[in-house]
């Protein structure tokens, strides 16, 4: 390998011993190697170096403490934390039909909870697969101890009222998938409206139709956004586990 | 005020530890868009939520999420890292400062595209995302450096 000429005190080194070197001659002086050696010594040097290990500096290990304890904080606070801390699912509301729906004391049964708004198209496009959930003799639900809730987040198009929902329920048709013919939505179980959002920000639902289900322990069991055409099958499979069977 | 000289190492190390995060933040968001039902502190409004973002088409490329490209591309900046920290020079034609600039780049670029369909497609910005993307940003710019000193 060719000799270079060491730019602090003019010796001639080897190319490859030039970084030694100035590590022990020169310890102070600050010299680019790349404005030294040319493309080709470079190649050649690392070629016959054997691998070694990359020295830190005492300023260099106190910055990179004080990056990797701010970076592992910032992940604690946004991704850890709240994987350890359970939702808070239970909500008492007034139902559009006057009742009152309180999840404490659905304690022991399994939970549909769905987020919707009536003006939102793909939740239009769901009520009837959960109407078919609900009324099912095949999976028999409602009778098995299922309860369902539809939590209305006023989230887009005109002013969700009791009435407004109440008329859209008994009403309002559509294409029933099994007939061909106008069908109502009909859907039985109680309608709440989460006035002031309070409920969907506890479950984290930004969303509709965000569908969540609930063990008997309250406790968040499955939970999917969006549409899905295939969600009756999907959820009558995660309500009959929750059942146990 | 007396300027710190970091050393080679420092930077690996330090392109080392911005990979490692990267790589947990997309982790998580794979894990968000795939089976997640936690609630989040990125889900702060309509605005700066991933949820939103997540929910939209661009969250994934066929059945794979992004945010698992985002992962890989992570992993493979974390393994060069260590790579050049534990004295490996040269990978295949080129050295490993210059794969790690190239991986840098591919991610920033992709990084902004993102951003920009958050801010003017999607209209909602996930932080994570965005956390991700200032990860990269930050490999990049200690890539630069290393390659201009190596």
């Keep these: 390998m060719a000799s270079v000429k060491c730019p602090v005190c003019g010796v001639s080194v080897k190319a490859e011993n030039l970084e030694r070197h100035l590590r022990n001659q020169h310890p102070r002086e600050q010299v680019d190697l790349s404005e030294v050696l040319s493309e080709k010594d470079r190649e050649a040097v690392a070629e016959t170096k054997a691998p070694t290990r990359a020295g830190l500096t005492r300023g260099g290990k106190r910055m990179l403490l004080v990056v990797g304890l701010v970076v592992a904080a910032l992940i604690a606070l946004v991704i850890v934390l709240p994987l350890l801390t359970p939702l808070n699912t239970d909500f008492t509301l007034p139902s559009t039909d006057g009742t009152t729906v309180s999840l404490p004391s659905w304690r022991g049964s399994p939970v549909l909870v769905e987020f919707m708004d009536l003006d939102c198209p793909y939740c239009q496009e769901e009520a009837p697969l959960l109407v078919t959930l609900y009324t099912s003799t095949a999976f028999n639900f409602t009778a098995r101890g299922v309860k369902f809730v539809s939590v209305d987040m006023n989230f887009e198009g005109a002013a969700d009222t009791a009435d407004r929902i109440n008329t859209w329920r008994t009403t309002t048709s559509y294409s029933c998938p099994q007939t061909g013919t106008a069908c109502f939505y009909g859907s039985a179980w ?9 409920v969907a920000r506890n479950y984290g639902a930004t969303q509709t139709p965000t569908i969540f289900v609930l063990d008997k ?29 | 005020m007396a300027r710190t000289q970091l050393s080679r190492g420092d930077l690996l190390l330090l392109n080392a530890i911005l990979a490692a995060a990267g790589a947990v ?25 991933c949820r939103t ?57 992709l990084g902004l595209g993102l951003t920009f369909i958050e801010v003017f497609v999607i209209h909602a910005v996930c932080i994570l995302c965005a956390t991700g993307f200032a990860l990269d940003l930050g490999i990049l710019a200690t890539a630069v450096v290393l390659r201009r000193t190596s």
């Design chain 1, 190 to 198: 109680p309608y709440c409206i989460d006035t002031d959002g309070t």
């Design chain 1, 217 to 245: 322990n309250g406790k968040v069991y499955q939970k999917y956004v969006g549409f899905d055409s295939n969600a009756v099958a999907r959820l009558a499979a995660n309500l009959n586990a929750l059942l146990g069977g």
């Design chain 2, 25 to 49: 933040v997309a982790a998580y968001l794979t894990y968000e868009k795939l089976v997640s039902f936690s609630s989040s502190v990125c889900d702060i409004n309509d605005y700066f939520s």
């Design chain 2, 53 to 109: 973002v997540g929910a939209s088409v661009f969250s994934a490329i066929g059945v794979v999420p992004t945010a698992t490209i985002g992962l890989a591309g992570f992993l493979v900046l974390l393994a060069l890292s260590l790579a050049a920290f534990r004295g490996r020079e040269r990978l295949g034609p080129w050295f490993v400062d210059g794969w790690t600039l190239l991986f840098a780049v591919v991610g920033a670029l």
